[in-house]
């Protein structure tokens, strides 16, 4: 069948029927078009979180540019260690001084400085004249005393035979009372003296004056000093040798104010001197002082150590060492992980990842690299070391306040 024109009625039908539908078509396109924009969920970046929150939240493009390293919060015990600087002191209660009681020009020198020394032993030979004034006072009391004796006895034979009255014998006998007094009052005086017993009873014995004085040791020890030399005159005010036992030793140190809490009477102690780097001494501490010194702020600290082999000398720099072990539960951070808050310490405590808590604490000891927390902590919580001073950049930059 050919091709027949088409009606030109028809014709304008068929274009009014294109124009509708296209129309419609094009209305449909448009109305789809909007509805896609309204429902385009494609992400956004997450709000920073408000100034109420005390969490910070970290992107994974933050945390990886942060490179932050975590550590948990150790508990159990923890051993502090404190150090003072000490001097070493020979022990007062085992040290003499050794003075003349009497004026007197000295002899011979017996003993030198770093001689070891027995009770007993003569140091040094003075002669005094003033001793000798004494000595002579006492034998002349015991001339007396010997006659007021014969005297009396003289008498009591007079009286038997009533040859002299009842007084007579009386005053006699007063008077060898008042010379025995005389007599024991001249032996005390040279006692008083320093002359010994032995010296006393041969002056008795022989009736010679000597005015030696000898000084003797007062006990086993060591001569640490020596101010005396031959020909010299002593005054009784005069230190001219120091003995001292070494065998126990006083190391006395000062400790800070902060510091007090760790001392205690009868705490066990190291000491290590300058002189021996490589070798510790063992001591106890037998005083601490109950006044602080109100210029250096620090109070006196006694150590008593056993010196059996001399090697601690008086005057030695020393070191005195204290270890203190705290309470099993003790809660520890690493320093690293400690900053500055508004209101004191504080950490970062990761909650989860990429999500903190800034956290306040109260600290107590610093140890080594680590840091004993009283509060503010559970054991087991991770702690920020490593990128916590970002944190607290972050925290500030977006107003956060630390959990108290």
């Keep these: 069948m050919g091709n027949s024109p088409v009606p030109l009625d028809n014709a304008r039908h068929l274009v009014r029927a294109c124009s509708r539908s296209l129309v419609i078509c094009l209305l449909l396109s448009g109305g789809a078009a909007c509805e896609n924009r309204a429902t385009d969920t494609t992400p956004v970046a997450q709000n920073p979180p408000s100034a109420t929150s005390r969490l910070l939240y970290l992107t994974a493009e933050e945390l990886s540019r942060m490179q932050l390293e975590l550590s948990p919060v150790a508990q159990g015990e923890i051993l502090s260690h404190r150090e003072f600087p000490a001097t070493v002191q ?19 020198v017996h003993v030198d400085v770093g001689q070891d020394v027995t009770k007993g032993t003569r140091l040094a030979l003075l002669h005094s004249v003033d001793l000798g004034v004494a000595e002579g006072e ?9 006659e007021a004796e014969r005297s009396h006895v003289r008498a009591r034979e007079l009286y038997e035979n009533k040859a002299v009255s009842l007084a007579e014998l009386q005053r006699r006998e007063a008077a060898m009372k008042a010379a025995r007094a005389e007599a024991r009052e001249t032996r005390n005086r040279l006692e008083l003296l320093g002359v010994p017993q032995e010296e006393i009873e041969r002056l008795d014995r022989e009736h010679t004056i000597k005015a030696d004085m000898p000084l003797r040791a007062p006990f086993d020890g060591r001569v640490i000093t020596r101010n005396i030399t031959k020909g010299e005159v002593v005054e009784t005010d005069q230190t001219l040798f120091t003995v001292a036992n070494l065998t126990d030793v006083w190391v006395i140190g ?15 102690v190291n000491v290590v001197l300058a002189a021996y780097p490589h070798a510790i001494f063992g001591g106890t501490i037998t005083y601490v002082g109950d006044v602080l010194d109100p210029a ?61 808590e ?8 610093e140890e080594g690299e680590a840091v004993r927390v009283l509060e503010g902590v559970k054991a087991g919580e991770q702690v920020v070391t490593k990128g916590s001073f970002a944190l607290k950049s972050e925290m500030e930059r977006h107003k956060i306040e630390p959990t108290p």
């Excluded at 040290?95 to 002899?107: D, H, K, Q, S, Y």
């Excluded at 510091?259 to 205690?264: A, E, L, N, T, V």
């Design 90 to 108: 020979a022990n007062q209660n085992e040290l003499a001084e050794v003075t003349a009681l009497i004026r007197g020009r000295v002899v011979k």
């Design 138 to 146: 006492h034998l002349k009391a015991e001339a007396r005393l010997e």
């Design 254 to 268: 000062n400790v800070p104010e902060k510091d007090i809490r760790f001392i205690r009477k009868d705490q066990n």
């Design 296 to 356: 250096t702020r620090t109070m006196s600290l006694r150590v008593t150590v056993s010196n059996p082999e001399r090697l601690l000398k008086p005057e030695m720099f020393a070191v005195i060492s204290v270890y203190i072990t705290s309470s099993p539960d003790a809660l520890s951070v690493p320093l690293a992980a400690v900053q500055d808050g508004p209101v004191g310490k504080m950490v970062f405590i990761q909650q989860e990842a990429g999500t903190f």
């Design 358 to 365: 800034a956290r306040t604490v109260k600290l107590g000891n």
